[in-house]
């Protein structure tokens, strides 16, 4: 464990993660903020316990990691414009999230942060699992490396929530709010992007979003696409975080994917999801 001056720092089990405790994130000052901020850049997802956050207090520490950014398919909720209910039902099927994936990659400027609260879990699972795509691109051999050098994909949320997308005639009570233009935008991303506070490099590539590599066919991309996914998410450049009522995770989609697990038929699970705007990926 590592004490700063404010709060306390126990790195998780696994490549990235770490709980902070001695911390009310609903009365934090700028001291307390600067030194999870830090923790934020070294363990690029950081967990609390036992925090009690309205959907103002949970903006409120948003708007600390930058501007927010409203997501464009989900409905808010009233009153709070940039935070979006994250619901599953005891009779829906289909979870949110459930497959690996950086938040809205597909936009120009894919978001920054994702901060995630707990307001009801099941009794057991309903986990999120991280995974470091800085470790994993560390992890790849000089060739692939030199080969990834220079290349970008095409990122699009048409895979996903599009006309012909994931989401659609599926019983998922989300995703109801249309936005064609949005849905079928295309952008250019780097398939390695350097972090801009970190100087990290990091795999920038989910396959929920992304369409190809740029100047490939799909069935030409897909065999890279799907080796980067796969080695990217192996146990080793992973870690997993099990909620209760009250925790809050905020992750940094610059150089972690994360996964929804949808392992808890039955049972109910609601989540306060906010995000916060980045830059283009460089
Ligand atoms: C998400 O993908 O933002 C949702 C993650 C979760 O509900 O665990």
Known sequence: ?????????????????????????????????????????????????????????????????GELEAYPFLEPLDGHPYVIPIVKEKDTRMNFGGGWHSDMSYQERPVKATLLYAIEVPPRGGD?????????????????????????????????????????????????????????????HPVVRTHPDTGRKALFLDLPHVERIEKMRVHESEPLMNFLAQHATQPQFTTRFTWKAGSLAVWDNRCVQHYALNDYPGERREMNRVTVAGDVPV
Not at 150 to 170: C, D, E, I, P, S
């Open 1 to 65: 464990m590592s004490a700063g001056r404010r709060i306390r720092v126990e790195p998780s089990s696994g490549a990235l993660g770490a709980e902070v405790s001695g911390v009310d994130l609903a009365k934090l000052d700028d001291a307390a903020f600067a030194e999870i901020r830090d923790a934020w850049l070294e363990h690029q997802v950081l967990f609390f316990r036992d925090q009690q956050l309205s959907p103002a207090d949970q903006a409120a520490f948003a708007e600390r990691f």
């Open 128 to 188: 999120t699992l991280f995974a470091n795509m800085a470790a994993a691109y560390e992890a790849l051999s000089d060739g692939m490396k030199e080969l990834l050098d220079g290349l970008r994909a095409v990122f699009t949320a048409a895979k996903v929530h599009g006309a012909a997308g994931f989401y659609q005639n599926a019983d998922h009570p989300m995703d109801k709010r249309k936005n064609a233009a949005r849905e079928e935008a295309r952008y250019l």
